[in-house]
């Protein structure tokens, strides 16, 4: 179901006040980007936003399939109580690794969370408090003898992949899950490949799982909006004829042509024939 959204009319009165609540420094790369136009700036930060928005669903998915594999291993490998054993075992030595104390501290702030709130400190609620970066944190390299050769692989055995192609994924991840988070501009990366590789992760844990936040997800949705709608007036005579005419054959609405175009180009950038067909002279669409 396509969104329904209430129009903005960006007249240079509006514009000129939303620049200044928003401050000139945030929109500095997008008034580069648009050339100066404050209106174009404007409308690359909303697709900046709206696309980072389309990005919950799927980094919440594949933070929570990841957290709860490595959590079950490690619960199997060392009881309930994990965290401590890790400490007590000497695997979270602060002597072994510079980066170490950042490991503990995180278990530790977890740890007091729980007690500053009056929650039961449980196994669960543990591994929930704990951030994304703990858990790509202990694929590291310092942490492959201890936890990933004989642990936490086991999530995905019999799919050829070694630690470092475990981390560098699941870093590459809360890169740009931490670039949303603090409200920074992403339009600059490659936002299908992020999307596909966050995808391909959940699938290494779950296929099902992937495939179900793929169909709920609006990532191909957005990524194939427009940054600005070409009013209709603006479009050339055959380009309405060809548009009311492929309504009339795929027995749609324009609008609802519209959208499965945006959808179709979204997935495939070769898409369109798939959705409006070529017109033959007589207007009917050619046989396939």
Not at 101 to 106: D, H, N, V
Not at 148 to 177: A, Q, Y
Not at 237 to 250: D, Q, R, S, W, Y
Request: aromatic content about 10%; glycine content about 4%.
């Amino acid at each position: 179901m396509s969104e329904r959204r209430i129009q903005f009319e960006y007249q240079a009165g509006h514009v000129s006040a939303i620049c200044a609540t928003m401050s000139p420094e945030r929109l500095e790369r997008y008034l580069n980007a648009a050339g100066g136009d404050l209106e174009k700036a404007l409308r690359g930060y909303t697709r900046n936003a709206r696309l980072s928005e389309a990005f919950y669903t799927p980094l919440q998915g594949v933070e929570i399939a990841i957290r709860n594999a490595f959590h079950k291993q490690l619960v199997k490998a060392f009881g309930q109580f994990w965290y401590d054993e890790l400490d007590k075992q000497n695997i979270l030595d602060p002597q072994k690794d510079r980066k170490t104390p950042g490991t503990l501290l995180k278990l530790r702030e977890a740890r007091q969370y729980l007690q500053e709130k009056g929650k039961p400190e449980t196994s669960s609620r543990m591994a929930a408090e704990l951030s994304f970066g703990f858990w790509v944190g202990i694929c590291a390299k310092r942490y492959q003898k201890d936890l990933w050769n004989p642990f936490l692989n086991n999530p995905f055995k019999g799919l050829s992949l070694t630690r470092r192609d475990v981390f560098e994924r699941l870093e590459k991840i809360r890169n740009l899950r931490n670039r949303i988070a603090h409200h920074e501009p992403i339009l600059n990366r490659n936002l299908p490949n992020d999307y596909a590789n966050i995808l391909e992760t959940i699938r290494w844990i779950c296929g099902a799982s992937a495939n179900w936040i793929e169909a709920t997800s609006c990532f191909r949705e957005r990524w194939g909006e427009p940054i600005a709608p070409v009013p209709f007036e603006n479009l050339t005579e055959e380009a309405v004829f060809n548009l009311k005419t492929a309504a009339e054959l795929l027995n749609l609405s324009p609008d609802e042509l519209a959208r499965h175009a945006v959808l179709a180009v979204a997935k495939d950038s070769h898409a369109w024939r798939s959705v409006i067909l070529p017109m033959r002279d007589d207007g009917k669409a050619p046989k396939q």
